[in-house]
T-cell receptor
Framework: LAKTTQPISMDSYEGQEVNITCSHN???????ITWYQQFPSQGPRFIIQ???TKVTNEVASLFIPADRKSSTLSLPRVSLSDTAVYYC??????????????FGQGTELSVKP | GAVVSQHPSRVICKSGTSVKIECRSL??????MFWYRQFPKQSLMLMAT?????????EQGVEKDKFLINHASLTLSTLTVTSAHPEDSSFYIC?????????FGPGTRLTVL
């Protein structure tokens, strides 16, 4: 399973755009990139998933360069409620590994007023 | 998306007792569920893969005789922490793997006195 590396923490202010980059140098051909959000004492919540180029949903955008060795989660105009830990995971979405996901250290985002 | 529930949400027990945590997939059948453990300020650590109708697969370093997993139906997996000790105090999270996506439960806070 591909290992991921993220910044341990980031600070931002309300209304700013936040970009969190994740490195996954040994990503496999079948691997997808998935980001989760976790608030204290809650289970992780799916944010976005992508394979290549750009994916956008109502919550965030995910930018993946052509070599797929990194990805960037972009949160537009963050609010205080976006304060959470964000995890970048790489794995086979199609189930060839049984859906097993291994969490890295995550990025603790702190949004200030 | 699928809804996964856990019961209880928090439990306090005395050292030496056993505690059972339930994980239910409320609206989908899940042949595979996962159990994670998370200590304060740390990431989720995968403990085991729970497969309906067969024995669970444990990650390296996780004692299968201490953390008993039963996946008797397609909507229920249970984790029993046997002879719990204070060092077992943690946040336990389950997830259900359904059609290529993983849905997490809200977690169970276990405190062993």
């Amino acid at each position: 399973l591909a290992k991921t590396t993220q910044p341990i923490s980031m600070d931002s202010y309300e209304g700013q755009e936040v970009n969190i980059t994740c490195s996954h140098n040994n990503i496999a051909t079948n691997d997808y990139i998935t980001w989760y959000q976790q608030f204290p004492s809650q289970g992780p919540r799916f944010i976005i998933q992508g394979y290549k180029t750009k994916v956008t949903n109502e919550v965030a955008s995910l930018f993946i360069p052509a070599d797929r060795k990194s990805s960037t989660l972009s949160l537009p105009r963050v609010s205080l409620s976006d304060t959470a830990v964000y995890y970048c995971l790489v794995g086979d979405r199609l189930g060839n590994q049984g859906g097993k996901l291994i969490f890295g250290q995550g990025t603790e985002l702190s949004v200030k007023p | 998306g699928a809804v996964v529930s856990q019961h209880p949400s928090r439990v306090i027990c005395k050292s030496g007792t056993s505690v059972k945590i339930e994980c239910r997939s409320l609206d989908f059948q899940a042949t595979t569920m996962f159990w994670y453990r998370q200590f304060p300020k740390q990431s989720l650590m995968l403990m085991a893969t729970s497969n309906e109708g067969s024995k669970a697969t444990y990650e390296q370093g996780v004692e299968k005789d201490k953390f008993l997993i039963n996946h008797a139906s397609l909507t229920l997996s249970t984790l029993t922490v046997t002879s719990a000790h204070p060092e077992d105090s943690s946040f336990y999270i389950c997830s259900a793997y359904i059609r290529g996506e993983q849905f997490f439960g809200p977690g169970t806070r276990l405190t062993v006195l």
